[in-house]
């Protein structure tokens, strides 16, 4: 399993209207504290569950992910 396929599989699952929820609630506009921060809109059951599914994934691949801007695959990879 590389990193592309589990960020195409967390894009596959993405929600816009929870990702602009999320966006708001973290702050993400400019000067706030979540500046930058980019969301797919997945529930962190979600999400829990897919790392579960991906907990022997490679380190160089997990550290892939962590370097994304988006939130959910550095969440995945944590």
Do not use: C
């Amino acid at each position: 399993m590389t990193a592309r396929e589990i960020q195409d599989r967390l894009r596959a699952l993405e929600n816009p209207e929870a990702a602009a929820f999320a966006a708001r609630y973290f702050k993400t506009g400019p000067g706030q504290y979540g500046e930058g921060y980019v969301f797919l809109g997945l529930r962190a059951k979600v999400t829990h569950a897919l790392a579960r599914e991906y907990k022997s994934l490679a380190r160089e691949q997990a550290l892939e992910l962590l370097t994304s801007s988006i939130h959910e695959d550095r969440m995945l990879a944590l």
